[in-house]
């Protein structure tokens, strides 16, 4: 018996007349940790997924094409100067959500950078620092498991439980590259197993092979997506999950409360009944579903302040066989550039190594350095011997940068979103920084026909949290500001990007926002 | 040219379903064996910018790229986004390939596929930099999306993969050691 049939078979089922405690709808970063939080307290509560249960050891190739409903399909049309990507550059499908398909960097957030207001000027400050949300960091990453450092250079109090994951060549290019331009850099923290690893709530896990496919789906559970670890415990704890079912309105009692969730499910629609909703569909679907339904809108702010990291990468080529696509991607990290001592901008970015597959690499190459016909065809055979490095840079909200619906109707006859996005002076200047940064550790390191591949990574923060119902869309802990029984816990209520890949940060957030539903429920009752 | 990389393919470190995917794709696109439907799309034309963006030499490789590119285009196969300033993906590609080949009859007098090599890049060369002058289309959004699906649709083949000395998803149990100048004897080399 398959892993998900060990789960499903076991699992509690409510009847859409059953007026569940609450509905989340999404089971990635966001909404898994509300539900198994939910259901450990006792509550029934039903997640809504718009994709599959996938069975990983069963289901999962080893291959880019094969791996591409794991990806958000449904299409979005991409708009501005710098229109970003979506389909497999961010949101995920399936339960798990795109954590199924994340890079497992597990970086936590700078403390500084939830304060960047207060530093800097611009951007905004966050409604929390960094000390209350450690509590949970810490929680999920002892949940999960991450490998990494017995010592974080950049933040000597830090240790992980598991020993780092090995360098792969990109990582051991660029650790040599960094040490002769005087950059410190450390194995990453990795929401990855490089020992066995249990907890009694979702067993055993396996280490990890390094087959370099994290992208694709961990065929193992050796990465640490919710599928293999909070959805797991939140089944054991009696929560009821829902795959290939797509949420698209809402139902309301007399006192302007949600009281059903409407979803279709291969077809049909159906109606569940509840009494509280955690909306966790990530910074895309999350807006467009309130903007499709109009609701929890009195701010304005529905959809609009949308970011997305800097992600250039620099790729080069060197004389070693490196086979970029062996071992965990991007297994080294450097933090040094957070705070640049020479930056011309506010705040900064992390930079990691950047192992690769073929077909990705292949398109990166093909689209971001405008190479065809024979000189695409030959650069094509430096496959084995190419490395990358890349960043995560801090993105700040700007009018010109939000999600609206267009009038062109999805093949569920919803309207498509269109987002637009143009990168502000910070961003490029941040970004023509890290590209000189990464080019002068690639050289040192002996890399040669070296290119920039400008892209945008990640999707933050179209529903921003804060105190002032006039600005934001959800309170600190992510209950709407005008619908009491809404709660929304995903990267859409982030207010800056943070340079820290993102899940880690929704993780926590999301725990101390059930939390907070909890007690709030408590003290009402 | 691919049994070696075939061996592999059928070998113990590949995984079962990796296998069973790599195998369909020779199968069912090799030989040129995609089904043939109607697309709409002018298909010797299509073929005749993909040989350009991705020229192979006789034999090499058993695929044709644009016959399974047309048959995504049918099957409106998205990857999930598309450019705000396009249409959608299908009426895109038709549309573009009309307008390259218009410029191909205006200023050259014969249809694109009619040029010879040297011809065809030229006009491929002002599309993809954007000074084709086509006044409905973004000229180098279309020619970026339809360089990326092509060489989505190369690189994925088995046959490329052995070009390219590709040995990722020979992997079981385990990868023994990884790091630089770490490849293992059976590990495929670029050709």
Known sequence: MGAVAAVTCEMRRYSSDDRVDAIVIGTGAGGAPVLARLAQAGLSVVALEAGRWWNPPRDYAQDEVAQRELYWLDERLSAGADPTAFGKNNSGCGVGGSTLHYGAFAPRPDPRDLCIFSEFGIGRDWPLDLSELLPYLQEAEHFLGVSGPSSYPWDPGRSYALPPLSLNGPAQLMERGCAKVGIRTSPAPLLTLSQAYSQTEYGDRPPCVQCGFCHQGCFNGSKSTMDVTYVPLAVKSGAEIRPECFAHGFEWDRQGRISGVLYRHRGNDVLQRCRAVFLCAGAIETPRLLLHAGIANSSGQVGKNFMAHVATQVWGTFDEEVRPYKGFPASLISEDTVRPKDADFAGGYLMQSLGIVPVTWAVQAARGRLLWGRPLVDYLRNLNHVAGIGINGECFASPANFLELSDELDGRGFRKPIIHFTLGDNEKKLRNHADRQMREIWSAAGGSDLWTCERTAHVIGTCRMGTDPTEAVVDPYGQSFDVPNLWISDNSTFPSALPANPALTIIALALRSANCFLRRLRGAA | ?191
């Open chain 2, 1 to 191: 040219m691919l049994d070696g990389y075939l061996n592999l393919i059928k070998s113990d470190r590949v995984g079962v379903r990796t296998r069973e995917v790599l195998l369909d794709r020779m199968n069912a696109e090799g030989q040129g064996a995609v089904p043939k439907i109607e697309t709409g799309i002018d298909v010797a034309l299509l073929r005749a910018v993909v040989d350009r963006l991705i020229p192979r030499d006789p034999g090499e490789g058993n695929i044709e790229i644009a016959s399974v590119l047309a048959s995504q285009s049918q099957a409106n196969l998205g990857d999930g986004w598309r450019f705000a300033d396009m249409p959608p993906d299908r009426m895109a590609l038709e549309l573009g390939l009309r307008l390259l080949d218009d410029m191909a009859r205006h200023e050259n007098g014969a249809s694109f596929a009619a040029l010879q090599p040297a011809g065809q890049d030229a006009l491929l060369c002002r599309v993809a930099s954007g000074a084709a002058g086509w006044t409905e289309l973004d000229a180098r959004h279309w020619f970026e999306d339809l360089l990326a699906q092509a060489t989505e649709i190369y690189v994925s083949q088995p046959a490329t993969l052995a070009q390219l000395g590709f040995s990722g998803i020979a992997f079981l149990p385990k990868w023994p050691t990884v790091g630089l100048n770490t490849t293992q004897p059976w590990e495929p080399s670029r050709r």
